[in-house]
């Protein structure tokens, strides 16, 4: 694939394989290794973590289904596709939220992106304290507060913006196929690591023993939230990368493989930090900081925990680049194919936007930290709107859309699945996705 603007002469993931990789690769990032830790340890541990694997296997499956199957059956990005398959006003407004959540997303994504690059430096050139237990927080304070954040969010957008000026496979396709594996032997290790640790009982009960006693709406949002954001859905993501999938490409097959394994690397990601949270004595409650601020203390309990850091942030790096080539190219897709702009221009573009963005959100950890809308700074602002609102308003039309507007979607893209299947993914689309994100919604400010 030379990733080329025009439709005509749009390419294809080489293999089945790849298509698999390059969605894993969207989906796994800081969202599961940096999100999910904070989320769940904000919002009480278990009661999260089941309702965010029912929200990834009841809603986030049926709308990746229907996301590729949009994508595919167009092969056009979410303006396009909508606009295809007749969306009309309805297609516009999820294309407005798809783009501008993409953008949205990749500002404050920058700047935790650009944590990692620091902290890869600083375990890299020896700067993180491993020995000190109590350091972890100062440290992060030290190494991420003043204009510092904003010197590497700056230097993780262009690293973004340089491959996509290499087009679309031969940056993403090789990237993924070989550092997907590797990053998850590494949480494997880190997790058979967390056995040891005095703190592991504590740790996986605060993780996995849920107490309904705090299943409050908030919970019930940012879990849902968080199944959406994870797993890239509702702004056309997917359906922009499915639009590159092969006819051979079984949808359904690639829904639940990148489904499953998303949501097993979140879960390794808990069972790293949280064991690791109660040996220290740390709070599982930090929020965005906590696994920035836990991880240098997983290190030191290893032997070379200096490798193993610089390793681990090299990786961590490289996964979150896989996922911020992916929501830069909803906008690029779009730049090129709706404003014909030409690719360079139009990564230039949503690069430009998302720099003015990522700028304020990385100086609302310093400078700008006295900035807040509804209490929340910049920086928690953009998460919280794109993840707990946007993205499932986003989901909710794509359901919509397909459940209800679309006659058959298996004339639209014959290939799709086989009939159980479709009838299943269907009522989860027509009833089940719409009513539980709904309802979600409106309980969460307070309507229901
Ligand atoms: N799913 C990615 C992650 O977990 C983040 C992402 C969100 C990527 C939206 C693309 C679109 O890190």
Redesign the pocket.
Known sequence: MTGQPKIKERAVFATKFAAVATTVG???????IW?FPYEAGVHGGGAFMICYVVFVFLIGIPVLWAEFMMGRSTRSNIFGAYDKLRGGWLGRVAGIIGIL??LL?LSF?SVVAGWTIEYLFSSLLGWLNFTDIGAGHDQFVELTSGWRPVLWTVIFLFCNTFILFRGVTKGIERASNILMPLLFLLLILFCCNAFTMPGFGEGIRYLFKPDFGQLTPSVLLSAMGQAF?????G?G?MMTYASYFSERTGLMRTAVTTAFL?SLVAVLAGVIIFPAVFSFGLSPEAGPTLVFEVLPHVFSQLPGGQCWSTLFFLLLFL??LT??V??SE?SIAYFCEEQHMGRRRATLVSSAIALVGGLLCALSFGPLSDLTIAGMTIFELFDYFTSNIA?PVGGMIVSIFVGWMLNRPASVDRLAVKSFHMSLMMTCLRWVCPGAILLILLNSIGLL
């Not at 969207?26 to 599961?32: D, E, K, M, T, Y």
């Open positions: 969207s989906a796994v990032g800081l969202g599961n999100r959540s993409s997303i994504y954001f994870s797993l890239s859905l702004l993501c998303d996964a979150s996922s911020t992916s929501m909803i993205l």
